[in-house]
């Protein structure tokens, strides 16, 4: 098995298909794959601060705040301070950014969809449970074990 080609070039492939597919879906919202990520990570993560989405996304902070400032001037998100620490800026969605909420989960169900498409549900089962345990298993703690032991 060659580790590099099966693992990390499929990963990318897929991601950058996926990306490509969602970019398509949102040119007309003059949205992003990113800006979709920031809007569905607040839908659904309670996110509150830029800080919440840099550390539930894990993508550098000037890229965030990038996306952030376009998703403010296209009415998606507006800033406001907290009421706790004037230093720090909610981001709260707008009516407009409530509003395409469905549009993206659309994308979501139809690259789901895509998948199922071609894959057997207990050959996706598998694979789900098969990523399930690489997440588990690539962290710096067992990286560092195996170095040590080669």
Request: include cysteine; charge should be positive; hydrophobic fraction near 40%.
């Amino acid at each position: 098995m060659n580790f590099e080609k099966d693992i990390f070039v499929y990963f990318h492939s897929i991601m950058k298909k996926m990306k490509k597919i969602a970019d398509n879906e949102l040119i007309y919202e003059k949205l992003t794959h990113t800006e979709m990520r920031i809007l569905m990570t607040i839908y659904y993560m309670d996110i509150k601060t830029q800080e919440d989405i840099v550390a539930n996304l894990d993508i550098d902070r000037s890229n965030i705040s990038r996306s952030l400032k376009k998703l403010e001037n296209l009415g998606y998100v507006c800033k406001q301070k907290n009421l706790n620490d004037k230093r720090i800026n909610d981001v709260l969605l707008t009516q407009k950014g409530i509003d395409i909420k469905e549009k993206l989960l659309l994308i979501r169900t139809n690259m789901k969809k895509t998948f199922d498409f071609l894959v057997a549900k207990n050959e996706m089962d598998i694979l789900i449970k098969l990523l399930e345990k690489a997440d588990e298993s690539i962290n710096e703690e067992n990286y560092l074990r195996v170095k040590n032991i080669l």
